[in-house]
């Protein structure tokens, strides 16, 4: 203990004599839709958290809804006194936040490592399935890819208007692939990607995506997939405030337009023993296909973190590359599992359903649950896409049926927690409800 605080409290001061101009410091974790909730701390009480002074927030700010309020969910939040929960800085996110117009800094706060973990936090979950991997003897080595939008700053009447190209300022409205896009944004996208790496995020492909202002930037593969999910997470946050810095807003909503691709989260994941050697590659990748079989046994009961809400269902066998069943293939984008061509080396799978807009450490835990229930039942896929076109297996497409899938799964609630499930179950329910009671314009368009 008196180590783990030297090194906090070393890693705070050396903050501060790098940037003597900041005084405050956003404290900040996630909640269970994927927001960012915390407090901004004087950077001198920053410095005695970090030698060992209480760090509590309360602890149903976890379980805010979208838009920020809470619901009744057993107990919780009307019937528990509001309790505050014990906290923990994470030791290597102490980072200058640049995108302000005051210096500021932020870092890293979670629940997972302190004497009483809450067991429905986002990356509290994810540690109990990275732990319980790691006593078996399996190490996961993780990458995401996230694909954003770039909106104009200024909305019209509520909607989304395309980008202005900076060298035209006309609307950046034509779907493609070019490259050119790249140099046109260059300007908000180096910022992006700079701004990431002062994060400590490993950036490295920027790719063009289809959409007209769509993105996708890849991060760095790492054998700590804690850290992975606090990249994705990370990045999101910074994006936003380097978009409006310039001028844009960027979005990881996951269907913003109907017409045009969505958004998606792409991880990938491969697993080695303690020497270093891949598991899924031994035995002829027998592994590999036991793992994949779990993955899609999990998958259907898994669609409210892969598809967090309403919109997210939107993009669901969308334009392109977003399926409609649970399905793997080779070096297949149509598949919700994508086995890309590696050597043995490096073998790994894609899991390409969840949404651009998911909690990143609760998707990479249900994908590793998949992973592990795989390993332990031992039984083959289905036909891989490559040789059945119609291969796969349903999965629920709208939010309350995908609960209900969800909520009573053993497995799942064996590899994520009980407590976990019922509270997130509810969590999207009532977030579901909330979101169909308002009227919108279009029904008086149809039924007045």
């Not at 994060?199 to 790719?207: E, F, P």
């Not at 001028?247 to 969505?262: D, H, N, T, V, W």
Request: hydrophobic residues 40%; glycine residues 8%.
């Amino acid at each position: 203990m008196k180590s783990h605080c030297s090194t906090l409290l070393a890693e705070v001061r050396t903050f501060r004599q790098n940037h003597p101009d900041v005084r405050y410091v956003d404290l900040i974790a996630l909640d269970i839709p994927g927001h960012f909730y915390g407090k901004r701390y004087p950077v001198e009480m920053l410095e005695k958290v970090a030698a060992g002074s209480p760090l509590k927030l309360p602890q149903n700010a976890v379980l805010l809804g979208v838009q920020g309020g809470l619901f009744k969910i057993g107990d919780y939040c009307f019937n528990d006194g509001d309790p505050d929960a014990n906290r923990r800085l994470v030791p290597g996110t102490l980072k200058p936040v640049t995108w302000e117009k005051q210096p500021l800094g932020q870092m890293l706060i979670t629940s997972d490592g302190t004497e009483a973990p809450i067991e429905f936090e986002p990356r509290e979950v994810l540690a109990k399935v990275l732990e319980r991997l790691q006593h078996k003897g399996i190490h996961p080595v993780v990458a995401f890819e996230l694909e954003f939008y770039l909106f104009d700053k200024q909305l019209d009447n509520g909607l989304p208007q395309f980008a202005r190209d900076p060298l035209s300022d006309d609307a950046d409205d034509q779907p493609n692939l070019h490259i050119e896009r790249l140099s046109r944004f260059s300007e908000v996208l180096d910022d992006m990607a700079q701004t990431a790496k002062d994060q400590g995020i490993d950036i490295t492909v920027i790719t063009a995506e289809l959409g007209p202002g769509q993105f996708e930037i890849n991060f760095g593969h790492l054998d700590d997939g804690l850290r992975a999910a606090d990249w994705a997470a990370l990045f999101c946050r910074s994006t936003r405030g380097v978009a409006l810095k310039h001028g844009y807003r960027a979005s990881f909503m996951a269907k913003p337009y109907l017409q045009y691709p969505g958004s998606g989260m792409h991880v990938h994941v491969s697993l080695y023993d303690a020497a270093g050697n891949n598991l899924l590659a031994a035995h002829q990748q027998q592994p590999l296909r036991h793992a994949v079989a779990g993955c899609l046994e999990l998958l259907p009961h898994c669609m409210p973190i892969f598809s967090p809400n309403h919109n997210a269902f939107r993009r669901l066998g969308g334009t392109v590359n977003a399926a409609t069943r649970a399905s793997w293939g080779f070096e297949d984008r149509d598949a919700c599992v994508r086995i890309p061509e590696s050597d043995p080396r490096n073998l790994r799978i894609e899991h390409r359903l969840a949404s651009a807009d998911a909690n990143p450490y609760l998707v990479l835990a249900a994908i590793l649950a998949g992973l592990e229930h795989g390993l332990e039942a031992k039984r083959d896929p289905i036909a891989p896409l490559n040789e059945d076109r119609t291969s796969g297996a349903d999965f629920p497409l709208e939010m309350l049926d995908a609960v209900r899938a969800m909520q009573h799964q053993p497995v799942l609630r064996d590899k994520l927690g009980g407590e976990f499930v019922d509270v997130y179950c509810e969590n999207k329910r009532q977030d579901h409800l909330a979101f169909h009671q308002e009227i919108a314009a279009r029904e008086y368009r149809w039924f007045l």
